[in-house]
């Protein structure tokens, strides 16, 4: 075949139908669409004024009015904006895609037209026949002597267009609706669509029943407006009531003074706030009123804990409210919603690209309109725009949450157990944020204080090593640290001790109470990835759980030689009552007189277990895989010295299994068959005493 150039055909034979039947997901989006457009025309007509290129009427205020009627299976959408010529019709709505918010804003950029103007594609309008089987057109143009037009089509390709007899400056659209879709000429379901997508626009929109009955109200004459028609002018008398005085008689004594009263036909209502809390300077809002909107906008009669006001102007346009929602439980509300608008409409409440995955638990609106959407305005484009967008938010809410540990700290403590699962899921999924919250992370310890991590790292080496000692310490981990080449030590490292069931561990954590030594509490599904990465990035100390090195936080400094003939004596005992190969005996003096013994194991092992468990690998999630054990027994506990005296004696093999099951119950719970021989074997024990 010969080569051959040319040029695509693209008509409106073949593009329309896509257009109207795949171009919107969701039908009920034509409301959003041709009350944006109206919007749009409002906006325009204001702006001319504005800029001196028309005279507006000195009581001018644009509005946009939705008429549903569905006896006639009809929908009126109104607005008393700039209007279309014959020429405007033909070019903007018989040619698909040409927008006349784009050339308005070319037009005039030299003027100062700003970007509040909505509508970007010119495709909108043509929603319109995903529900109406048939559409009209009545428009005037603000422009001196201009001719009304009346334009109408009935969903294919051919249209009607002449002049028409609007009146009035503006544009009405008029849908017949075809019969799948008649349910939007309800006023009840009409209300619905406009609260999700118009709840926010620019201008007021007012929603009617076509020939519903007139409603009255009754107000008082100071608040009469110009616009108020008045039915009836209302006396009202006023009213007494019997009193009974001291001495048994009654006197008549005003309950309600005389009034004048105005019975007026009930004025509109419209149905959107067009000053949205997140277009206000946030010095301007109050509490109340962040909480207000909170309530309203997602519905959530909990108060939020608090929340971060958006307001950017440069190098973007983005304005919204971030809000830290109260959560019941780790696993309560696992998504948030967050509100994406457009110069105030309303496109989607699930974007995922504008916010950071680890605050998706947060609930907000976020109004940007700069953001790149694709043209049925209901998706984000691919664009790095939208990374940077995403790393201004989360600048923003570390900001709130490093300003809030700064200065307001009592209430940083006071919701830290609320909002730290999206902190802790933050610094694991961005190392800017982590860097950023690193030093602002708050630890609870075993005495119910908050503590950042630098402070949990002094006040912890200050425990074990003199002033002098722990800052030596400390200033050589972190020169190693510094040096690639030279891994640190695990014994060169600060430990910091943590405790996941405080009521399970709680014997240990007498231990450290006893002794003034502290531990933190994370007990957090999270917390176990959470603390491996925060030992990666900061390798100077290390997390143990507060089971983990007994020996080295709560002995006694002794001379190894003197405990090695009771080592020798209580390894054999245990060895031969518990059958337990992997079973490490270690004999300490422990600081604590009245712990016979106690349980440790392997940090990295156990942490590794609670991981598989977590995630239920190789679905063996009841399955121990946390390594070997080291039982330690306090050399100075009667018991164990009983052990090491009589060793032959009859009950030894019974009291040393009833010692290691009592030090297991202080580290975990006991399996089935375990407990049930721990209790009978604690029957016997009483048994024996008895006799």
Same mark, same amino acid.
Do not use: W
């Given at each position: 075949m010969a080569e051959k150039n040319g040029s695509l055909s693209i008509t409106s034979e073949n593009i329309f139908p896509v257009i109207k039947k795949w171009l919107y997901s969701d039908h009920d989006i034509f409301y959003r669409e041709l009350v944006s457009n109206a919007c749009d025309a409002i906006t325009k007509l204001e702006k001319l004024g504005m800029m001196g290129d028309y005279e507006l009427p000195a009581d @001018?205020? #644009?509005?946009?009015?939705?008429?549903?009627?569905?006896?006639?299976k009809t929908i009126k959408i109104t607005d008393n904006g700039i209007g279309m010529t014959g020429d405007e019709v033909d070019k903007y709505i018989n040619q698909i895609a040409f927008s006349g918010a784009t050339d308005f804003l070319e037009k005039y950029k030299d003027k100062g037209s700003d970007d509040q103007i909505i509508g970007h594609f010119g495709l909108g309008f043509y929603s319109a026949f995903m529900v109406a089987d048939l559409v009209y057109i009545d428009t005037l143009s603000y422009q001196d002597g201009a001719t009304p037009v009346h334009w109408e *089509?009935? #969903?294919?390709?051919? @249209? /009607?267009? %002449?002049? #028409?007899?609007?009146?009035?400056?503006?544009? /009405?659209?008029?849908?017949?609706?075809?019969?799948? *879709?008649? +349910?939007?000429?309800? +006023?009840?379901?009409?209300? +619905?669509v406009l609260d999700k997508y118009c709840s926010f626009m620019p201008t007021e929109i007012y929603l009617t029943k076509a020939n519903a009955q007139t409603e009255y109200e009754e107000i008082d004459p100071s608040d009469k407006k110009d616009t108020d028609t008045v039915v009836e002018e209302i006396h009202q008398e006023a009213e007494y009531e019997d009193k009974k005085k001291d001495d048994g008689t009654t006197e008549k004594v005003l309950k309600t003074p005389a009034k004048d009263k105005l019975k007026i036909i009930k004025r509109p209502v419209p149905i959107n706030d067009i000053h949205p809390l997140w277009t206000k300077n946030p010095s301007d809002c109050t509490d109340e009123e962040y909480k207000d909107f909170y309530h309203k906008v997602f519905m959530d009669y909990r108060d939020p804990l608090f929340w971060v006001h958006l307001n950017m102007d440069y190098p973007f346009n983005l304005k919204g409210i971030i809000y830290f929602p109260k959560i019941n439980s780790e696993y309560d509300s696992i998504e948030g919603t967050i509100k994406l608008y457009n110069n105030q409409v309303f496109v989607a409440d699930n974007i995922k690209e504008v916010i950071p995955e680890y605050f998706m638990l947060l609930k907000g609106v976020i109004d940007c309109p700069d953001l790149p959407l694709n043209v049925s305005r209901s998706a984000l484009q691919n664009d790095g725009f939208v990374a940077k967008i995403r790393d201004y938010i989360s600048k923003k809410l570390a900001d709130k949450l490093i300003g809030m540990e700064k200065t307001e700290k009592e209430t940083y403590e006071k919701y830290w157990d609320d909002i730290s699962p999206f902190i802790k899921y933050g610094c694991l999924k961005d190392e800017k944020f982590c860097d950023k919250m690193n030093d602002y992370i708050l630890f609870k310890d075993i005495n119910d204080k908050y503590v950042t991590l630098p402070e949990l790292l002094e006040k912890d080496a200050a425990s074990h090593k003199s002033e002098d000692e722990s800052e030596e310490k400390k200033n050589d981990a972190e020169k190693k640290e510094e040096k690639s080449d030279e891994?640190?030590?695990?014994?060169?490292?600060?430990?910091?001790? @943590?405790? /996941?069931?405080?009521?399970? $561990? =709680?014997?240990?954590?007498?231990?450290f109470k006893a002794n003034d030594m502290d531990a933190v509490i994370l007990d957090?599904?999270?917390?176990? !990835?959470?603390?491996? $990465?925060?030992?990666?990035?900061?390798?100077?100390?290390?997390?143990? %759980?507060?089971?983990?090195?007994?020996?080295?936080?709560?002995?006694?400094?002794?001379?190894?030689?003197e405990l090695e003939e009771d080592q020798k004596t209580l390894e054999e005992i245990f060895k031969n009552e518990l059958k337990k190969d992997d079973l490490a005996i270690k004999v300490e003096k422990l600081k604590a007189d009245d712990i016979a013994a106690v349980i440790g194991r392997d940090e990295n092992m156990r942490r590794m277990n609670d991981m598989m468990k977590m995630y239920n690998m190789n679905g063996q999630a009841d399955e121990?895989? !946390? =390594?070997?054990?080291?039982?330690?027994?306090?050399?100075?506990h009667p018991l164990v010295k009983y052990l090491v005296g009589n060793k032959d004696s009859e009950n030894a093999g019974l009291i040393a299994h009833q010692l290691y099951d009592l030090a297991e119950l202080s580290n975990q719970p006991l399996a089935p068959a375990e407990m049930s021989e721990f209790v009978r074997r604690s029957n016997k024990i009483m048994e024996i005493l008895t006799k």
């Open positions: @001018y205020k #644009g509005k946009v009015s939705v008429e549903v009627d569905p006896e006639k *089509c009935d #969903g294919g390709t051919d @249209y /009607t267009m %002449r002049d #028409g007899n609007k009146s009035e400056i503006g544009t /009405t659209i008029t849908l017949f609706l075809n019969d799948d *879709c008649l +349910e939007f000429a309800n +006023e009840y379901k009409a209300r +619905e891994p640190i030590k695990d014994e060169d490292k600060t430990p910091v001790y @943590y405790v /996941t069931d405080p009521k399970q $561990q =709680g014997q240990y954590i007498d231990m957090r599904t999270i917390d176990t !990835s959470f603390i491996t $990465q925060l030992e990666h990035r900061n390798q100077h100390y290390k997390f143990l %759980r507060i089971d983990a090195d007994v020996t080295k936080a709560l002995s006694e400094e002794t001379d190894p030689k121990d895989f !946390s =390594g070997p054990e080291t039982l330690v027994l306090n050399a100075n």
